[in-house]
Each structure stands twice: as C-alpha cells, then as structure tokens.
C-alpha cells in the first residue's frame, strides 16, 4: 500500500539552527499538508500547498517556516531559525484529486523534532 | 468546518464490538464526517469516511444518523492494538480543505 514517507525520524538540534524536514507524498498526490503535534497536544495544521504554491497556513506558520517541493517527489518544511517552542513531532500528509477515491488525506509517521 | 463532540475516553473489553460517538449537530450539507485514529505518537491513520450512508470497510464501519447530527464509529471485534485515540472530523471533501483534529476519545481495549 501506498504510503506518506518522511525524514529524518528524529532529528536533535540546536536553538538558532535551520532544519528541514523531508518527505515523499504519495506518487499520484496532488495536494501536501504539515501538521505538527507539541507532547501532549492536538494535531495542528500548519500548511497546505498545491500546484507549487501555498493554499492555506495556519497563525503558526509565521516567517521561520517555508515549504518547498523542489522536485517531482520531494515536499519540504524548512524551519528557520529554530526555538526551543518548535520542539515537536512533524507530520507531512498529501491527499489526491477528488476522484474515486475522494479526497482522503494520508499521512506519514511523523519527524520528532528536539530542539535543545 | 464543523465542530465535533466526542467523549474524552471510552474502555472496551477486547473481542467485543468498541462503538465510539460523534456529534457535529452543525454539520453542513457538503460535508463528510472523517473518522482518524492515533496510536501513541504515530501518524494519524485513516479509518472511515462518509456523506449520509452507512460506510463498511475492512477496519470499521460507520453509522450517520439520518439528520447527520450524529455518527457512530464501530470496531466490529476490537484488539489491544485498537488502543488508540479516535478523532471524528468533519470536511468537505475536495481540494485542499485541512483537517481539523479535536481531542478525540481515547479508547482502552482491555483484555
């Protein structure tokens, strides 16, 4: 079965450092999501992106995050300038067109962040 | 999107059906009602979704009321690894419309 993979698992840095978080969506995918999960908290959304623009960002996406799908199969999320607050399990999801399949968003197993 | 309600946490012995509620008494028309569970701290995993008609597939089936106020989740023959939390989310189901997760219901399969 087709599934959302993401790297690294888990990934340790330091405050001030950039990150980027990797993923592979599912190859006939067309929309991407992240979302992320501070311990012990809901899931929030921080992005959707389709036909290589933003569709939608949450208050939580400000100007330390970017996205980028710098290839056919990559989907990125680029944080800046980390802050001990990012410190959190990121989850990348892409959905395809609807179809047949509806619109079901997939996600993957998640990148847990640690910034120290 | 609308607004779901779900118990905080629900126990279930294991081999017995788990029925799990949902109310989204605000739902709209284009709506579905999108059923997600989490186990520990993985990936949400897509169950279920559904329009107004009842939905089976090989994880769960899903009961929606015919006002669509309401549904219910069920685990035919519920395991230990159904130890989970349980989102109910309602989406409109076409182009890139977010999920929106609440707290879910934490459900204990027991053996």
């Known amino acids: 079965e087709p599934e959302v993979t993401q790297t690294p698992s888990h990934q340790v840095t330091q405050m001030g450092q950039e990150v980027i978080l990797r993923c592979v969506p599912i190859?006939?995918?067309?929309?991407f999501y992240w979302y992320r999960q501070i311990l012990g908290q809901k899931v929030e959304f921080l992005v959707s992106?389709?036909?290589?623009?933003?569709?939608?960002k949450s208050e939580i996406f400000d100007d330390q995050f970017s996205v980028e799908r710098p290839d056919g199969s990559n989907f990125t999320l680029k944080i800046r300038s980390t802050k001990l607050e990012d410190s959190a399990m990121y989850f990348c999801?892409?959905?395809?067109?609807?179809?047949?399949?509806?619109?079901?968003?997939?996600f993957g197993e998640g990148s847990w962040l640690t910034v120290v | 999107d609308a607004k779901t309600t779900q118990p905080t946490s629900m126990d279930c012995a294991e081999g017995r059906a788990a029925n799990l509620p949902c109310n989204h008494s605000?739902?709209?028309?284009?709506?579905?009602v999108y059923w997600y569970r989490q186990i520990h701290s993985q990936g949400p995993q897509y169950i279920i979704h559904?329009?107004?008609n009842n939905e089976t597939n090989e994880m769960a089936s899903l009961i929606i009321t015919e006002d669509r106020k309401s549904s219910t989740l069920i685990l035919p023959h519920a395991t230990l690894r159904d130890t989970a939390v349980y989102y109910c989310?309602?989406?409109?189901?076409?182009?890139?419309?977010?999920?929106?997760f609440g707290q879910g219901t934490r459900l204990t399969i027991n053996p």
């Open positions: 999801a892409s959905s395809p067109l609807q179809g047949i399949s509806g619109n079901t968003i997939y």
């Open positions: 190859s006939n995918h067309l929309y």
């Open positions: 992106f389709y036909n290589n623009e933003i569709s939608e």
């Open positions: 605000t739902i709209s028309g284009n709506e579905y």
């Open positions: 559904g329009l107004k």
């Open positions: 989310i309602v989406r409109v189901e076409w182009g890139a419309q977010k999920l929106v």
